[in-house]
């Protein structure tokens, strides 16, 4: 069975720190921690250590300082989705066009000038671009 005892060096912003837990089954839980000693925690709840894929804690000091540490006991899990029957790989010839499909955007003109621009998400500041493979303009 496995507990964890958390430990920080200065006061919380919580009451304790926030910690949680991931099971081989997929199972997620929050572990419940009680006071120890001065800024010491442990987890109120023991897991069976063959059950657990990972387990984390994260906690937030009075200056806001957000810290996470996570601790894995299984590698994480490789999802490979080309495994089914219905899977082709296409293939074919690669060829070479003069039309612009990707938008391969640069400043021009008026472009570093930055303006009001009215479209429909309103007033909004914006810059004008052209594609350097189509002459095609955009605002962005």
Not at 56 to 84: C, F, H, K, S
């Amino acid at each position: 069975m496995v507990r964890w005892v958390v430990r920080s060096d200065e006061p919380l912003f919580q009451t304790t720190p926030f910690v949680g837990d991931k099971r081989q089954v997929r199972h997620v839980s929050v572990l419940p921690c009680h006071t120890i000693g001065d800024y010491t925690w442990e987890t109120s709840v023991a897991l069976p250590r063959a059950d657990l894929a990972k387990a984390g804690v994260a906690a937030t000091d009075t200056a806001g300082n957000l810290t996470i540490v996570l601790i894995r006991y299984l590698p994480e899990d490789i999802i490979i989705d080309d495994a089914d029957a219905e899977y082709a790989e296409r293939s074919g010839a690669w060829g070479s066009t003069s039309q612009c499909l990707m938008g391969d955007f640069e400043p021009r003109g008026n472009a570093g000038q930055r303006g009001l621009c009215e479209g429909r998400m309103g007033a909004h500041d914006c810059r004008l671009w052209v594609c350097t493979m189509c002459s095609r303009k955009s605002r962005l």
